[in-house]
C-alpha cells in the first residue's frame, strides 16, 4: 500500500513539474508559470483570467500583466506657433486650426493630458495696451478651440503678456521703422478736401508707408506667437 501511494505521488508531482513550474527566482517571483523548463516566463491563468500565486506571493511581486497599475510618469513638452493667427488678428486661421489638431492627437494618443498653459505674445508694433488685450484674445481662442475638441476647460490656464519677451521687434523698427500714425494722420487729413493732383501726391506718400509697414510687418513676425505647454502623463513601458 505504502509502495502504491509512492507512485502516485511520483506521478502526480511528475505530471505537475510538466505543466507549471513555482520558481520564486525568476522573472515572474510570487507567480506559477507555465510551462516549467521550456525557457517561458508567461504566467499560469485560471479560467476567470487571474494569475496564479504561489506560496512565495508577496504584494510587491504583483505585476501589470496580473492586475498592477502601469507604472507613469509625468512629463512635458511646449510648442511655439507663429502662425496660427493673421496679422492684428484674434480669429484662428485654418492652417492654426490643423496644427493644433495634430498636436492634440500627438498628447492624447502618447498619454493622458493633466495641463495646458497657453501664453499669448505680440509684437512692439502698436500701443502696449493694444498689444496685451490682443494677445490675451489669441489665448484664449486656443484655450477655446481645445475645449471645442472636448478637453475640460478647468485644465487650462491661458494669458497674454502683449510684447514681453520680443525678441526681434526692436531691430525689425531699427531696419524699416516703426509706423508713423502722426505723419499719415496728417497726409489723411485733407483727403476729402483734397484736388486730384493733392489726393495723387498723398497716395503716393500713403504707398512707401504700406510698403515699410508690410516689411516690417513680415520682420516682426516671430515675436507673434502663441507658446503651448502641455503637461501629461505617460504610462512607461518596462
Known sequence: MFKINSLVIALCLGLMSGISAADDSGPNPGYVVSPAGSGSSSNLKTQYGECVKNGNYQSNYQTVACGAAPASQKVSFSESSTNLFSFNAATITTFGRQ???????????????????????????????????????????????????????????????????????????????????????????????????????????????????????????????VEITIDQTKEVTE
Open 99 to 225: 496644427q493644433l489638431t495634430k498636436m492634440l492627437e500627438s498628447a492624447t494618443a502618447a498619454g493622458s493630458i493633466d495641463k495646458i498653459t497657453i501664453n499669448g505674445y505680440t509684437d512692439t508694433i502698436g500701443s502696449a495696451d493694444y498689444n496685451n488685450r490682443l494677445s490675451t484674445e489669441r489665448a484664449n481662442a486656443v484655450k477655446d478651440f481645445f475645449i471645442s475638441q472636448g478637453l475640460d476647460g478647468g485644465t487650462i490656464t491661458a494669458a497674454g503678456f502683449g510684447p514681453q519677451n520680443s525678441q526681434v521687434s526692436t531691430a525689425c523698427i531699427k531696419k524699416y521703422g516703426k509706423d508713423d500714425m502722426a505723419e499719415i494722420d496728417r497726409l489723411t487729413a485733407k483727403e476729402k478736401t483734397a484736388t486730384a493732383a493733392e489726393k495723387k501726391r498723398m497716395n503716393e506718400a500713403l504707398a512707401k508707408f504700406d510698403k515699410t509697414h508690410t516689411e516690417l510687418v513680415n520682420c516682426t513676425a516671430a515675436d507673434r506667437r
